[in-house]
């Protein structure tokens, strides 16, 4: 008897939903999204529509959707290379997107910066960076100029486990908790950098103890599913609004591609990848979805329909877009000012 109302109350409370439906479906549209895109890259890519390195965000999905609905309007977002999901997260144009991957001038930077440097100042976000760790500092110093302004916001300012290796994270995480910069830390830990395993690159395979040196508050959080990520970046959020200064996560994640789209990705099993692939994150939601009756397979199947619709009309987009004029080559590379207090 005792075994049997275990048994009930496991199952009502596998039922019950913290989210709303709104929250769920929102969840699912970003996921769907960043996976028809990156798979519409691949096959471009395989066209020769697209050139140069190219790294997707297949399998991380739940990333981008958890941080996004956690998060305030102002805040900002800084990443690496693997960043077309994170982009796509923020709200940034598919159509303007997938431009840039295939270098026109209709691209979110006029074709110039490619898969690895998407921009938007209008969305908050701010890259996109090609070199290991270099967005460490520059998103420490963009959540210091928030605090300067005395806003609310925060940085979150990612990079993979690779990058924890550098030397600018260790002089960020200093300076942020001394001077309580309001910053959040993340690392998507997709367990190889390239394709070399965290295993054989550090002696602390929890990445989330790097933290503990500068008593900054760090924790462990499962990156294939958006209810984790959201609830770990909600509580990381009020942290760092509350003054308290910045906070760390360790978000563990799995691509299911190579490094990049030159990757063949042989230093891992196959039985390593269906694992992982057992627990993706859009099959595990959708089914969540439709078996706790969040919304019906008619609701799904539109979002889907009009996803694939979206990613169909960006890649002809960006294939019958022109290629950037020659002569805009050097715009928007300097600022002009003028200082008073210099003269002739």
Same mark, same amino acid.
């Given at each position: 008897?005792?075994?049997?109302?275990?048994?009930?109350?496991?199952?009502?409370?596998?039922?019950?939903?913290?989210?709303?439906?709104?929250?769920?479906?929102?969840?699912?549209?970003?996921?769907?999204?960043?996976?028809?895109?990156?798979?519409?890259?691949?096959?471009?890519?395989?066209?020769?529509?697209?050139?140069?390195?190219?790294?997707?965000?297949?399998?991380?999905?739940?990333?981008?959707?958890?941080?996004?609905?956690?998060?305030?309007?102002?805040?900002?977002?800084?990443?690496?290379?693997?960043?077309?999901?994170?982009?796509?997260?923020?709200? $940034?144009?598919?159509?303007?997107?997938?431009?840039?991957?295939?270098?026109?001038?209709?691209?979110?930077?006029?074709?110039?910066?490619?898969?690895?440097?998407?921009?938007?100042?209008?969305?908050?976000?701010?890259?996109?960076?090609?070199?290991?760790?270099?967005?460490?500092?520059?998103? %420490?110093?963009?959540?210091?100029?928030?605090?300067?302004?005395?806003?609310?916001?925060?940085?979150? %300012?990612?990079?993979?486990?690779?990058?924890?290796?550098?030397?600018?994270?260790?002089?960020?995480?200093? $300076?942020?908790?001394?001077?309580?910069?309001?910053?959040?830390?993340?690392?998507?830990?997709?367990?190889?950098?390239?394709? %070399?395993?965290?295993?054989?690159?550090?002696?602390?395979?929890?990445?989330?103890?790097?933290?503990?040196?500068?008593?900054?508050?760090?924790?462990?959080?499962?990156? $294939?599913?958006?209810?984790?990520?959201?609830?770990?970046?909600?509580?990381?959020?009020?942290?760092?609004?509350?003054?308290?200064?910045?906070?760390?996560?360790?978000?563990? %994640?799995?691509?299911?591609?190579?490094?990049?789209?030159?990757?063949?990705?042989?230093?891992?099993?196959?039985?390593?990848?269906?694992?992982?692939?057992?627990?993706?994150?859009?099959?595990?939601?959708?089914?969540?979805?439709?078996?706790?009756?969040?919304?019906?397979?008619?609701?799904?199947?539109?979002?889907?329909?009009?996803?694939?619709?979206?990613?169909?009309?960006?890649?002809?987009?960006?294939?019958?877009?022109?290629?950037?004029?020659?002569?805009?080559?050097?715009?928007?590379?300097?600022?002009?000012?003028?200082?008073?207090?210099?003269?002739?």
């Amino acid at each position: 008897m005792a075994v049997a109302t275990k048994k009930a109350t496991s199952a009502k409370k596998t039922a019950k939903t913290k989210f709303s439906k709104a929250t769920y479906l929102g969840w699912y549209e970003n996921m769907y999204r960043i996976r028809k895109f990156e798979e519409a890259t691949l096959k471009a890519y395989s066209l020769q529509k697209i050139r140069g390195f190219c790294h997707v965000y297949i399998g991380q999905e739940a990333i981008s959707a958890g941080i996004e609905s956690a998060l305030q309007d102002g805040d900002k977002i800084v990443t690496a290379y693997r960043q077309h999901g994170i982009a796509l997260g923020r709200g $940034m144009d598919s159509n303007s997107c997938m431009a840039e991957l295939f270098g026109k001038g209709t691209g979110c930077v006029g074709g110039k910066g490619g898969s690895m440097h998407f921009f938007s100042k209008e969305h908050n976000y701010f890259g996109g960076n090609g070199i290991v760790g270099a967005q460490i500092p520059i998103g %420490t110093g963009i959540a210091m100029a928030e605090s300067y302004r005395g806003t609310s916001n925060l940085c979150v %300012t990612m990079f993979g486990d690779g990058a924890a290796r550098q030397g600018a994270l260790y002089e960020s995480f200093n $300076m942020a908790m001394t001077w309580k910069i309001p910053v959040l830390y993340i690392v998507e830990n997709n367990q190889y950098a390239m394709g %070399t395993s965290v295993e054989r690159t550090s002696n602390v395979t929890d990445l989330f103890k790097i933290g503990s040196a500068f008593d900054m508050p760090s924790e462990a959080v499962d990156g $294939m599913d958006p209810e984790a990520v959201h609830i770990a970046v909600e509580k990381a959020a009020k942290h760092i609004r509350s003054g308290k200064g910045p906070y760390f996560l360790e978000i563990k %994640t799995y691509r299911y591609r190579g490094h990049s789209v030159s990757d063949p990705a042989k230093y891992r099993t196959k039985d390593e990848l269906n694992k992982y692939k057992a627990l993706d994150p859009i099959e595990i939601i959708k089914d969540k979805v439709l078996k706790g009756k969040i919304a019906t397979s008619k609701e799904i199947e539109k979002i889907e329909s009009e996803i694939i619709k979206e990613i169909e009309a960006a890649v002809k987009f960006a294939d019958e877009s022109d290629l950037p004029l020659a002569s805009e080559l050097y715009d928007n590379n300097y600022v002009q000012e003028d200082y008073p207090f210099i003269t002739d």
